[in-house]
């Protein structure tokens, strides 16, 4: 079965700072692996996905990341934060055990950008 | 181009009413559709997903039922709300191992 755990709950960097967001996942298949950005009281936007060839994964607003198979994780960067970066990320995995599509997701980390 | 409506956006209802919730997706056929809720500080929890019209999974035991009557029409209901159910209620639809396509949410506060 897969999983996905994300290390810290909240994070805080400075504008300007670089962020990184930690996530490492478990899973018995090659993985799809996926991060979506939540502002408050509105749906999931899908930030950027990893599903096979080149590792390193570059999506919008500046985010990247990088498939570690060795490490077995998938961390989100950005080497600037901007004030419209604060939001909660999920890092998911999809459910490769059979063709229903789930994915599963971590518990989320907030970011916050201070001034 | 694909989209997903959710309704409605805000709901209160007493403890012991029934709920419906609707889901409508566009631009795609035979989607895999879902529904999860998201509690504070606990992530999003899968509640149902249907890969057919007429085909429910449940991922958890609860309070709560799950329709697709319609094939890009998805349903959540529950005939008497708990307080626990008080939550974001998030529709999604996708297809195997792409990226889910989520709505803009629910919330749902029981009173």
């Known amino acids: 079965a897969q999983s996905v755990t994300q290390l810290g709950s909240h994070v805080s960097v400075s504008e300007g700072a670089l962020v990184l967001l930690r996530c490492n996942y478990s899973?018995?298949?090659?993985?799809?692996l996926f991060w979506y950005v939540q502002y408050p009281n509105q749906g999931l936007q899908l930030l950027l996905k990893?599903?096979?060839?080149?590792?390193l994964v570059k999506g919008i607003n500046g985010f990247e990341a990088e498939f570690k198979k060795s490490e077995t994780s998938f961390h989100l960067t950005k080497p600037s934060a901007h004030m419209s970066d604060a939001a909660e990320y999920f890092c998911?995995?999809?459910?490769?055990?059979?063709?229903?599509?789930?994915?599963?997701f971590g518990q989320g980390t907030t970011l916050q950008v201070k001034p | 181009s694909q989209t997903i409506h959710q309704w409605p956006a805000t709901l209160v209802q007493p403890v012991g009413s029934p709920l419906s919730l609707e889901c409508t997706v566009e631009?795609?056929?035979?989607?895999?559709l879902y529904w999860y809720r998201q509690a504070a500080g606990r992530g999003l929890q899968l509640l149902f997903y249907?890969?057919?019209?007429?085909?429910i999974s449940s991922e958890v035991p609860q309070n709560l039922s799950a329709s697709r009557p319609q094939d890009r029409q998805f349903i959540l209901s529950s005939k008497k709300l708990l307080l626990s159910d008080s939550g974001f209620y998030l529709c999604?639809?996708?297809?195997?191992?792409?990226?889910?396509?989520f709505g803009n949410g629910t919330r749902l506060t029981v009173t």
């Open positions: 999604a639809w996708g297809q195997t191992n792409s990226p889910l396509h």
């Open positions: 899973s018995s298949v090659p993985p799809y």
């Open positions: 990893y599903t096979t060839g080149a590792t």
């Open positions: 998911a995995v999809s459910d490769r055990s059979g063709n229903t599509g789930k994915l599963i």
């Open positions: 631009g795609t056929s035979n989607p895999n």
């Open positions: 249907s890969v057919g019209i007429g085909q």
